[in-house]
DNA sequence: CACATTGTAACTTATTCAGTTCCATTGAAG
DNA sequence: CTTCAATGGAACTGAATAAGTTACAATGTG
């Protein structure tokens, strides 16, 4: 499979979050489901996580609750959204016990661990490499069209 | 989620029979399955893979049939590995049509579009680096402890 | 106190993956 | 030319996971 589209969900909400900054208010989950299509329940679970990972501000009760970036956009990184929201390794390994007796199915699991903690590494590198501003950025550009 | 443990199980595969490849015969898949712990249909769905992407050979019917490696296990990147057996996007688009009529929303896929092939080809680059022989190497290594 | 909004739990639905069973097909060996 | 060990592929099951939905208690501004 892949990366699971609530990655591209919560770039989504922080690239709209950014286009609004300046206006400095909190947004509620409804308002920013309009523009990403999806439910705002679904948009909550998301919006936790980057909370939690202080890449937004969430108010509570009252009128005027909802939420807001945390940081300037071009202090958010790709790769700080990804550890934000996926928490599963990226390869998968065997899901039944390879053969212990056999000298191979005992000695992947280590070799693979080793190379795939460094692609791993790899993707975060580039993803670390891009920001929030950016997108917005790239965004406007290809919807102003 | 991550990417499918078929690409762990490619690399098993391959590693097994490489270090088995000084024969040169032909191993039947459920000799294979005695390694990897899994149901010899199962490998022989990805070994179709594999045979399609020219990384092993098949030998149908009689006594002798089975898989072996189409190459020498240095000239087997696990980028190749990685196209043969894993055809999907790295990552995930939107499920559900984001807005077009907000400028954010219309911009946005495209936007991630780029970003996203990017970071899959560096990754990409990063398996491409390594070969099933370095991975027999290092089995080898971890296996014999 | 009123009320807009969050937080969370429980449920449904769809999808995907791994694994299994079954049988027709293949082709080397005797 | 028969035998038989093996592949190839279809059809099915079971389990896991994701996205989406509904419902309601908790929050805290005004």
């Not at 589209?5 to 309009?34: C, G, M, Q, V």
């Not at 998301?46 to 909802?66: E, N």
Request: net charge negative.
């Amino acid at each position: 499979m892949a990366i699971v589209s609530r990655y591209t969900i919560a770039l989504h909400i922080l690239t709209w979050l950014a286009y609004w900054a300046e206006k400095d208010e909190f947004f509620p989950s409804d308002r920013i489901a309009n523009s990403v299509g999806t439910s705002p329940v679904f948009l909550r679970r998301i919006l936790g996580q980057l909370a939690k990972a202080g890449l937004v501000l969430v108010q509570h009760g009252g009128t005027g609750a909802g939420w807001k970036l945390a940081r300037r956009p071009e202090d958010i990184s790709l790769l700080d959204v990804y550890e934000a929201v996926v928490q599963t390794p990226l390869f998968e390994m065997h899901h039944s016990q390879p053969n212990p007796s056999c000298i191979i199915g005992h000695g992947i699991q280590p070799a693979l661990q080793r190379v795939y903690e460094d692609s791993e590494e790899a993707l975060k590198l580039r993803l670390a490499q891009e920001s929030i501003g950016d997108l917005v950025a790239s965004a406007l550009e290809h919807g102003k069209l």
